[in-house]
């Protein structure tokens, strides 16, 4: 254990997921696995493929927090660039990295380690790779910043070998409760005075839309799991004195907002 939760921020690198193109699907699963290590995720930034973007943006980031964790622009095509932009965000050479490079053309027949594919095995200089067990293409590590693919199965393939490298903290653990008929506006003034009362703890309010009725869900995370279950205790207890019904935990699936 660490004295202190080591802090993570996350950079979603790609065009297309700032024109709508494609819906990011990472931010969920990296945030969940980097609570179950003590890592919890402060800040999550979406930034285009541009190159001065991409390395101020780094540079910024990587010494505000203690990891940070990029996924996308790592493939072969013209508009990956992540790279060789984490290579000039360290100030170091774009160069073939050694062992990625001989992974990769073994892995090819004869004349099919194109120029485009040993974009993937080109690297700064002193990255460390991250294996994944879905592709050949490794990610990389440099310093405190993680590189990662932004197809998801990739991504989380690189994450299950990446966790165990990391620094832990102290888990951070979610209690919950809902109740179907309470309205946010109700509960709103009973809520902040919880939130007072336990200010190691985040406390949010969560509305819940489903064919059999709407309703809202408070969630409890922290560091502290008595705490988490004393403060839903005492939502609990509101719920009630505002008749309505708790239902310890989260509602079954469907559309939810808030």
Known sequence: MTARNPTACLLVIGNEVLSGRTQDANIRFIATKLGEIGMPLREVRVIPDVPETIINTVNEVRTKFDHVFT??????THDDITSECIAAAFGVPWEAHPAAWERMERAFKPGEFNAARQRMATMPRGAGLIDNAISVAPGFTMGN????AGV?????????????TLPHGIPIVSRAVHAFGMPEGLIAAGLEEIQNRYPDLD??????????GNGVTIVAKGPDAYAAEAAISEVTALFSNLERTPIQGEPAAGTAAG
């Open 71 to 76: 996924t996308g622009g790592i493939g072969p």
């Open 145 to 148: 910043v993680h590189v990662m």
């Open 152 to 164: 998801p199965r990739i991504m989380q393939s690189m994450m299950d070998t990446l966790l165990p």
């Open 203 to 212: 406390v949010g309010s969560y509305p819940f839309y489903r064919p059999s």
